[in-house]
């Protein structure tokens, strides 16, 4: 007796854990059924105690299947919805969904198609909300296999996908009445868009003929895409971004260069591959469009403009030597001129200090000119002016002027050590002659700030040259280039 009650109660919990046929028969036929040990239930068909035929089952996590069923697995038609909201319709196997079906989102999003195994699987329909959808094979859930995928905005990427990407196959690209393809190098596709309608017929097949001959002959890939107005991006941006989607230069080697020209916005572009920098660099592409398209613009010619901005491109890539012929930039000349002039008044100035600081044995001025000499060499270098390259113009400049200093010093230890005491090595590294000490005065201080001053109008007029450039480099997923207006 003193255990009767556990044992009751034990049993008790027993009885009322195990399912319950409330109503009906749950044998053979339709009933009732109820779990207590989560909370769901089934209401339908029964074969052999088990859910067979139609009937509605309610899961204790709020999701409801009501559907086919055989030997209590969900087999046939049927239609889950979820607590969340998502539902599915179709196709059941063994209770997983496997046939066709189409499944729905909260959001909106749909797909209609093959199922195996619960995962979209065979060839099959997405739709998003934004109207976007891709239509094609799929494996386990993911596009892959032969499929179009349709952006909202019109643009199209049609061919093999791997892993929701498109692998292998073209990309239509379409804004506002614009529609175009990626690059791919076969007979269908182009290196002109003109889709602002600025070049000649006569004049877009020479430009095409000289590109093709660049492309097959080298792979080099440059394009001449026009467009009326950037619809309010940046020249930068857009070209940037069309770059990319015309997928410009062959892989590994990023040797594609593309002419953008917006018409109406008076603005140009030329992007250029990472491959290409070295060859076409920002300032070389900048002088290209000042030289060779913007005089033509300016009158009016777009043909013209820009079949002579392509021959300048393709000479320079044909032979890099032809980069001379763009040194300087007719549209700052004037001011370069200026610059120019700047430089050679202060290079006789640092000559001039330099003659007097060897000849008199001033050290703290050689000091001071050496750095005003060392300053000077690397602007002059900057702007290689002679054309011989950065390492050459900078030592160059260097060694001639410390040959002149030490050339005088040479001569003047000679002269000293045949009236003074001392070797001539003595005199030549440490002179404290009369002549060194009686020129130590105003005449090094007064030379010192005009030297300095000559040197602040260098640094000034040279940057007043490189802020009034009228382009503007551009670093992206391209490379490099330029941008101008006219």
Known sequence: MKYLFFIIFFFSLIITSRAQCFSGNCKNGKGEYFYPQDSSSYNGEFKNGLKHGFGEFQYSNGNVYKGEWKKDLRHGKGVLTFENGDKYEGDWKEDKRTGKGKYTWLDGTNYEGDYVDNEM????????????????????????GNGELHYDEGTVEKGIFKADTLFQGNTSYKENNLSYTAFNGDTTSTLIIDAAAAIDDQTKKVISDLLWVEYHKTSNTVMVFTIPTLN?????????????????????????????IAVNDRKMRIEVGYGLEGV??????????QQDIIPSFKEGKMSEGILNGVKGILSVLQNPKNAELYASDPSSSEESGRSTGTMYVLNLLILLACINSAYYGQYGRFIFSSVIMLWFSLIITYKDQYGIGFSNSFLLHTVIYYLIYFIIRAVKAGEIKASKKGSFIYQFFYNNSVKYETSSGGSGSSYSSSGYSSSSSLSSSYSSSSSSSSWSGGGSSGGGGSSSSW
């Open 121 to 144: 699987h065979g060839i099959g329909k997405i739709v998003w909300p934004s109207g976007a959808f891709y239509i094609g094979d799929w494996l386990n859930s993911n596009m892959e």
């Open 232 to 260: 309010g991006q940046t020249i930068e941006e857009y070209a940037n971004q069309t770059f990319n989607r015309l997928q410009l230069g062959k892989e590994g080697k990023n040797n594609g260069i593309l002419l953008l």
């Open 280 to 289: 076409l660099p920002d300032i070389l592409t900048q002088h290209i469009q």
